[in-house]
Nanobody
Framework: QMPLVESGGGLVQAGDSLKLSCYAS????????MSWFRRAPGKEHEWVGY????????QYGAILLGRSDISMDNAKNTVYLQMHSLRPEDTATYFC????????????????WGPGTQVTVSS
């Protein structure tokens, strides 16, 4: 499977919304469950949320709980992360990855990581 490619990041102001995309160039977006993670400078990866293989269910980590929504568009081979009410502490590089096994919030259980997309939230 090809690496995933994230996009949609940028510089926004606190309180803004932003929608990130995760694209699978080999049309394999629905062959595995997926998660979004983020990593701020000097910090470990943080789990943002997960979507099941068929896109019918999702789970969210505490960091963006209530401020995010993960969805899947099989026709576009893309998984999305919609974020609302962004805060300066949400500044990070955001990644998507394919779930392999283990706890869904553990980065070690994922593969095909994309290069990430930078989100910067100004106060």
């Amino acid at each position: 499977q090809m690496p995933l490619v994230e996009s949609g990041g940028g510089l926004v102001q606190a309180g803004d919304s932003l929608k990130l995309s995760c694209y699978a160039s080999d049309a394999s977006i629905s062959t595995s469950a997926m998660s979004w993670f983020r990593r701020a400078p000097g910090k470990e990866h943080e789990w943002v949320g997960y979507i099941s293989q068929d896109g019918s269910s999702s789970q969210y980590g505490a960091i963006l709980l209530g401020r995010s929504d993960i969805s899947m568009d099989n026709a576009k081979n893309t998984v999305y992360l919609q974020m609302h009410s962004l805060r300066p502490e949400d500044t990070a590089t955001y990644f998507c990855a394919r779930y392999i096994s283990g706890p869904i919030g553990a980065p070690s259980g994922y593969s095909n990581w994309g290069p990430g997309t930078q989100v910067t939230v100004s106060s």
